[in-house]
């Protein structure tokens, strides 16, 4: 995929801040500090289009990111971190469950999980939601450069089982470039179909 352009369009904390042009929206979903602003900006070859944060549960606003001026990446709020408490978390599910309901240009979620956490029961709730909203999903493991071949390997075939997932997470690495352009190669056809 070569990207023209890329930019913030809007930050926002429910549905009467986001886009209105229609224009597909592939979502960046994962728990706090999965890596989602790494990805955005290795996917879209920036070294500074979204921020990241060392400090997790930072994300509480929906940003969206113009692509190509085709379509929007969405980096949405980081699920389940403890440290924002028990409100912030409520807030965060609620800016989140508002996303899904409003979002009518939603064509898929990309999941980022961390293979060395496989058996994450906050990815487990995640992905359990996410999937009874019968939208196209990818898991991706992110930081895949973390792990040696075989645990990865491993890692992979225990995140498949244990969040009952029809196919392996696509491994992926912001910081090494891999796996990129398997994750276009998954979008593109949501974006354009």
Aim: a positive charge; hydrophobic letters at 40%; glycine letters at 6%.
């Amino acid at each position: 995929m070569k990207i023209l352009s890329a930019r913030l369009e809007t930050s926002a904390p429910d549905a009467s801040g986001f886009p209105k042009d229609g224009l597909p929206q592939i979502a960046l979903a994962g728990r706090s500090n999965a890596g989602k602003s790494s990805l955005i900006n290795a996917l879209c070859n920036s070294k500074s289009l979204a921020r990241s944060s060392q400090q997790p549960g930072k994300t509480r606003l929906i940003n969206f990111y113009r692509i190509n001026d085709a379509f929007y990446l969405v980096d949405l709020p980081g699920f389940g971190y403890a440290k924002v408490g028990h409100e912030g978390k409520e807030l965060m599910e609620i800016v989140l469950r508002a996303f899904f309901d409003a979002s009518m240009s939603l064509r898929g979620v990309l999941y980022l999980v961390d293979p060395r956490v496989p058996d994450s029961p906050v990815d487990h709730a995640a992905l359990e939601w996410i999937l009874d909203q019968e939208i196209p999903l990818q898991v991706l493991a992110a930081r895949s450069d973390h792990l040696a071949r075989t645990a990865l390997d491993k890692a992979l075939q225990e995140i498949k089982k244990h969040h009952g997932l029809s196919q392996l997470p696509l491994p992926v690495s912001s910081k090494k470039k891999t796996g990129l352009a398997e994750v276009w190669e998954e979008l593109m056809p949501l974006v354009i179909g």
